[in-house]
């Protein structure tokens, strides 16, 4: 579809999404429908493995000083091992020298519908046993 020349997928895809979603305003529900499409797009874009923040490696340099959280909650630290579809919690990508965290299945599906998440430095890091 095109308006005044511009293609409006294109406009989509310029602003993070993979097509135009058209919501039929005659019929109703429509653009709640269509709200609902933008929404699901936006919640399978987020991440599931997030980088360490530079002031990790600047000033705390600690694996042990590291913590995940989702709306304020401490997820635990797991090992890589024990991160089974039912598990809650994050682990290194190398656990000597990380770099980021890797969520487990179903901690990712969780911050996907999270209204914050955090890396917090320096605290001792909340391990589940």
Not at 76 to 97: E, I, L
Request: with cysteine; proline share 7%.
């Amino acid at each position: 579809m095109t308006v005044t020349g511009i293609l409006l997928d294109d406009i989509a895809r310029a602003g993070g999404t993979s097509k135009t979603l058209l919501a039929d305003l005659g019929h109703p529900g429509a653009l709640a429908d269509a709200l609902a499409g933008v929404r699901d797009q936006e919640l399978a874009a987020l991440p599931c493995e997030y980088d360490l923040p530079e002031a990790y490696f600047s000033e705390v340099n600690d694996p042990t000083l590291v913590n995940l959280t989702r709306d304020g909650t401490i997820v635990p630290q797991v090992r890589a091992a024990d991160c089974g579809d039912a598990t809650a919690g994050w682990f290194y990508d190398d656990p000597t020298h990380p770099q980021r965290l890797l969520t487990c299945p179903a901690t990712c599906a969780s911050l996907k519908t999270a209204t914050a998440v955090e890396v917090q430095l320096s605290c001792p890091t909340v391990v589940l046993i």
